[in-house]
């Protein structure tokens, strides 16, 4: 890093060993009108004990702050405050140079302090996509960017987004007599995009509410490793994926046991797979069909066979045919 | 027009420094006196060059502030509003369709009670262009909670500046103040300025202290969770009680200011040139204040009785206050370097706002003719403030005059 | 001045926000063929709806235009002359924003009218959780289980014209049955849905309930503060930090009870609620880390006991908990209290885990009691048996 560059240091957050060594205090509480079987209020509730509390939060708009924070009642244990529904890049940035400033001048006390903004999907992967990755090539402050991804804009009923699904019901994508497919794009590769884009910033990873104690240490490793950080996390949504909120959990691992949302971490250059995508990509598990997983959310109901052998072959060729399987889509056979 | 010349004996003691220098450069000099701590720049002519200036003191170790470069208005207005509630003195500034572009930061800042000062230099909306001076853009958000104040000088510039802070950063106050300035003419201009001290400043300017509005983690808030139909009200009922209180605030700090640095700028709000026997005057913002007074120094020479009255402050509109004072006249005539597209009588902002203030509180109404004037930065000439006076005097007379003129305008 | 008819439909958001719509859009159009004018709508601060948390939907019907217009000079009408309940378990009253509080079922209903809830239980099950009040109503029982859909695709098991035929019953100088009928028909070509209605129509009585019958409970409620009191810059405070707290034996101090929102509770979002085997819990943690409401207290023990206030019935604690009928989720309905479950262990264990065991046993399988798609042509499988009942009224 340039000797220009004035990192300052970050709180030492370890990795939690083990499910039981995960504190109890909880920094994001109940009081939120979210959905039953909300992931992405359970993204929040991990990130913020994860964070701990000398922390603020700067919340962009969309599910987690109309739902979370419905005036006069907050289920924030830190301080928290809205920001627009482009701005968590610039929000994060703001309150961090804000800190690195005073503290300099000695007008409030010398402490690491996490700052992080979170986007949804809309927020982080549409509108809000200049500002983080401006945010992503500053090396000089650190924080976190967290997008939770429910695959729409949900908090307006359900619209499709950058992140949505190819071929998903929503009522911007409602499949009708002329066209059964509304939304024929597919799914922007967000944290690999975040990650080749932005040489200097040092950890990308993608997370799931299924897999807590890990989603906790990525939300750990990103505010102790230093500069600005990106997670996309994965979130089911039982109001917009139709779904029986039972499910919740169990649709975010059949997502990562049909290879359809990988999960890794990238610290300083270095890819590490982890969890059932490790062993996918190992060879030691074999990719569970997009089918069990599609036909059990109403947003995919009015699939025929040829569309779910479409997805399929998406998949597959994410998952055999790309250089970096799941994360960077150039060919492979490059040489020649 | 604040008095220039300081008698000797106070210019000794106050040991300010006469500089040459934009009116851009003015308020760059003003931010590094207040020890601004947060900066973002995005370049957009002709605001920008006040980033410039900033950017070198910066570098040259003159200025301790983190300077941030964002990728578009919307981020940059965003980063100081976050930073402010942060507890971090900010600046920023704008021109033209950058300060439209930065319009979602400018409409939630006056709610959220972040007290940041904005420059904004004052520029046509493009499309369809032109670098040069237009007011709209400023005037966007007068409906929103924003304090609006419009300088003339480059002296004018840097003492508003300073006051900015202490007006926004009052605590009954907290909210955004944009301060403007004409482009190119003020922003560009290299004019003969007194640069005060930095222990002057310290004297009249104290630390921003956000108490306990501040998002930090010794103070566990949530700032704007969202509102409904059974809040925003009250909400809104309280930005009002900003305004109810700022001409009293405005009032203070400026009799505060001529205390420390000596420079008297009388009423804060309006600024009155031979008015005292005209028969008619003219009112305007901004930098057209020279070609109109040189005119009305001409008319005056040839026995019209004509004087000038220069709006500061246009966000609080001192309505009662400037009604008082040109209900004696005969006939007044407002030159708007704005539009203001179907308003009533399709006159500008200035004009239609000032016969709102007439009628509630005047107790002679005199005819009020608007004068569409120097759109895009053209030039207000002597004979545009005469030919629009002539009308004036005619309305004064009992004559129809159309309520609103364009002048200078090629048919 | 003419006539106003008011209805209400208490429903279950998203889950049954297309039927609530289909009745009370049913409601006016049935209404149209005798002569009338109305309006269907949501409640305005419903939308967003989230699921289960407790919406309105309104159906103001009047004779003439102006009578009409004054139904809706107001948002939402204060007074009405039917309320219809579409799920048993909202019963023990709504919330649906924070502030609000929890209003009982029957909040807006008019006295003397009738309130008709979807149950499969009878009277006195239901006025052990509707609310106290101190004029008398009318209380009707159509019978069936809650029906449940979601966003994108609708479970069209009748419910909704066997509501329109109870409320013709219950207020039939609203709608005929006739006007009813031709609704259907005309509009919803459908000759099955005739028959499910008439049946509910012919079936659907009423009872009397007397002033000060059913449930004594107080209810949370919540007075908005005026500019003044209200904190500058759109601010609030935050949640404090939770702590330890007293075993209601021993009076250790162990365990951890988070700090939790004390102007919302979102019990009544639930239609079936998570009890707990202590004996047999393994203190994986796995429920309270996984529960998005943090609705789990560490026990001083180190077990996890739900927090009933909070907790709003997802379900997900049963899917990940690792240990067999340790964690059941039970129709919300054998319930009428928020006790704490592990304070009633403690006290007796016996006495707890009896009780816990027949409640297990008496607990639908998730096919029944579960809200929701699971999966394609689920609906197509479930309906026979809907119709079935729609067929006996």
């Known amino acids: 890093m340039s000797t220009f560059v004035e990192e300052k240091p970050t709180q030492t957050l370890e990795p939690f060993h083990g499910v039981k060594k995960v504190p109890h205090e909880e920094y994001y509480t ?307 | 027009m604040a008095t220039l010349t300081v008698p000797v004996e106070e210019k000794k003691k106050v040991q300010e420094q006469e500089a040459l220098i934009t009116g851009a450069e003015a308020i760059a000099i003003a931010c590094k006196l207040a020890n601004v701590d947060v900066v973002t720049a995005y370049p957009i002519r002709p605001y920008d060059t006040v980033m410039q200036y900033i950017s070198q003191l910066v570098a040259d170790g003159e200025m301790d502030c983190e300077y941030i470069v964002a990728e578009g208005e919307h981020s940059q207005f965003e980063i100081v509003k976050h930073a402010s509630v942060c507890g971090a003195r900010t600046f920023c500034g704008s021109s033209g369709v950058g300060w439209m572009y930065a319009m979602e930061a400018l409409t939630v800042s006056p709610a959220l009670r972040v007290p940041m000062v904005c420059m904004v230099g004052n520029r046509a909306l493009d499309d369809p262009g032109a670098f040069g001076v237009e007011h709209n853009d400023a005037l966007a958000v007068r409906d929103l909670g924003w304090l609006l104040t419009w300088v003339d000088s480059a002296q004018e510039a840097l003492d508003t500046a300073l006051i900015a802070y202490r007006v926004a950063e009052d605590r009954r106050i907290f909210v955004p103040l944009a301060l403007s300035c004409d482009g190119a003419f003020l922003t560009h201009s290299q004019a003969l300025v007194n640069v005060p001290t930095a222990e002057q400043v310290k004297k009249f300017l104290p630390a921003y202290n956000r108490g306990d509005l501040l998002l930090h983690p010794d103070n566990v808030i949530s700032v704007a969770p969202q509102a409904n139909e059974d809040w925003v009200m009250e909400i809104r009922r309280q930005n009002y009680a900003v305004t109810e209180i700022a001409p009293q605030v405005i009032r203070e700090v400026y009799a505060e200011f001529e205390k420390v640095f000596g420079r008297k700028y009388g009423n804060p709000f309006f600024e009155e040139y031979m008015t005292e026997d005209a028969d008619v005057v003219l009112l305007g913002m901004g930098t057209l204040s020279t070609p109109v007074k040189v005119a009305v120094r001409k008319m005056r020479e040839q026995g019209q009785k004509v004087g000038f009255v220069r709006l500061r402050w246009f966000r609080p509109f001192a309505g009662p206050e400037i009604a008082k004072t040109l209900e004696r006249f005969k006939a007044i005539g407002v030159i708007d370097r704005d539009f203001s597209f179907g308003s009533p009588d399709l006159s500008g902002v200035v004009a239609t706002e000032l016969r709102s203030a007439m009628y509630t509180t005047a107790l002679t109404h005199p005819p009020v003719l ?7 930065g053209r030039e207000v000439t002597v004979p545009d403030v005469e030919k629009m006076t002539e009308s004036v005097f005619e309305a004064a007379k009992g004559k129809w005059q159309p309520s609103t003129q364009w002048i200078g305008l090629r048919s | 001045m003419g006539q106003l008819f ?239 707290y007293a075993d209601p034996v021993t009076g250790e101090v162990g365990g951890f009870r988070p700090g939790r929102n004390e102007l919302y509770k979102k019990y009544t979002t639930r239609t079936m609620r998570p009890v707990v085997n202590f004996k047999t819990c393994t203190k994986c943690t796995l429920c309270g880390l996984n529960c998005p409401d943090a609705s789990f207290d560490v026990t001083p023990e180190g077990t996890y006991d739900v927090n009933l206030e909070s907790c709003c019935g997802c379900g997900v604690c049963e899917q990940v908990c690792p240990v067999k009928n340790c964690i059941s989720m039970v129709n919300e309905s054998e319930f009428d209290n928020n006790q704490s479950q592990w304070e009633a262990y403690r006290k007796d264990q016996d006495a707890y885990l009896k009780w816990l065991e027949t409640t297990i046993e008496k607990a639908e399988p998730i096919e029944k009691r579960a809200h929701g798609f699971r999966y394609r042509s689920q609906y197509e499988k479930e309906i026979p048996e809907a119709l079935e009942i729609a067929a006996k009224g």
């Not at chain 1, 994965?234 to 049909?258: H, I, Q, R």
């Not at chain 3, 069936?144 to 909704?160: E, I, L, N, Q, R």
């Open chain 1, 30 to 336: 109940s009081g939120h009108r979210t959905c039953q079987a909300c992931e992405s209020a359970q993204i929040m509730k991990l990130m913020a004990k994860a964070a701990g509390p000398r922390t603020v939060v700067l919340g962009s708009t969309g599910c987690m702050y109309v739902a979370n924070t419905s005036y006069y009642a907050t289920p924030w244990g830190v301080p928290w405050m809205h920001t627009q529904l482009g701005s968590s890049g610039a929000a994060a940035l703001g309150a961090a140079a804000a800190f690195r400033a005073q503290m300099r001048k000695g007008a409030m006390k010398d402490e690491p302090i996490n700052v992080i903004a979170f986007c949804g999907d809309g927020g982080g992967a549409d509108m809000g996509l200049n500002a983080i990755s401006a945010t992503l090539t500053h090396p000089d402050y650190n924080l976190l960017i967290l997008m939770y991804d429910n695959e729409s804009y949900a908090n307006t009923d359900i619209q499709i987004s950058g992140t949505s699904p190819y071929g998903v019901n929503t009522s911007f994508s409602t499949p009708g007599k002329m066209k059964r497919i509304m939304n024929h794009r597919w799914k922007k590769n967000m944290a690999p995009m975040m990650m080749i884009g932005h040489p200097t910033c040092k950890y990308v990873s993608t997370i799931s509410t299924s897999y807590p104690l890990q989603a906790m240490n990525s939300v750990r490793r990103a505010l102790s490793v230093g500069g600005p950080t990106f997670i996309h996390c994965l979130n089911p949504c039982p109001k917009g994926w139709d779904f029986d909120p039972v499910m919740s959990f169990e649709l975010g691992e059949l997502a990562v046991n049909t290879g359809i949302w990988p999960l890794y971490e990238i610290e300083n250059g270095k890819l590490k797979l982890y969890g059932k995508t490790k062993d996918i990509a190992n060879g030691r598990f074999k990719r569970l069909p997009v089918r069990d997983y599609l036909l059990k959310q109403g947003r995919f109901a009015h699939f025929i066979d040829e569309d779910i052998e479409f997805f399929q072959s998406k998949i597959d060729e994410m998952w055999n045919k790309w250089l970096v399987p799941g994360i960077v889509p150039l060919q492979k056979d490059l040489e020649g």
């Open chain 2, 370 to 376: 608007d004068f569409i004037c120097g759109l895009g």
């Open chain 3, 6 to 244: 008011a209805v209400e439909i208490i429903y279950r958001g998203v889950f049954q926000k297309t039927l609530a719509k289909n009745i009370t859009r049913g409601i006016v159009l049935a209404a149209r063929n005798e002569g009338k004018l109305g309006i269907s709508f949501g409640r305005y601060g419903d939308s967003p709806e989230r699921n289960g948390i407790p919406a309105k939907s309104f159906a103001i019907v009047a004779n003439d235009q102006e009578t009409l217009e004054a139904g809706m000079a107001q948002y939402e009408p204060k007074q009405v002359d039917v309320t219809v309940v579409l799920d048993d378990s909202l019963c023990k009253g709504a919330e649906s924003w924070a502030w609000y509080g929890v209003q009982p079922v029957h909040h807006a209903l008019k006295a003397g009218s009738t309130l008709i809830v979807v149950s499969l239980e009878g009277k006195t099950e239901l006025l052990e959780k509707i609310h106290r009040r101190n004029e008398p109503y009318k209380l009707g029982i159509v019978n069936g289980a809650p029906s449940f859909s979601g966003m994108w695709v609708y479970k069209d098991d009748h419910t909704d014209v066997r509501m329109i035929g109870a409320i013709a019953k219950a207020l039939p100088q609203l709608i005929s049955f006739k006007s009813v009928e031709q609704f259907i028909t005309e509009k919803l070509k459908n000759s099955v849905k005739v028959t499910s209605a008439r049946n509910a129509f012919e079936r659907f009585t009423a009872t009397e309930i007397k002033p000060g019958e059913g449930n004594p409970e107080q209810l949370l409620h919540f007075t908005l503060p005026g500019w003044q009191k209200m904190r500058d810059g759109v601010s609030i405070t935050g949640q404090p930090q939770g702590g330890p």
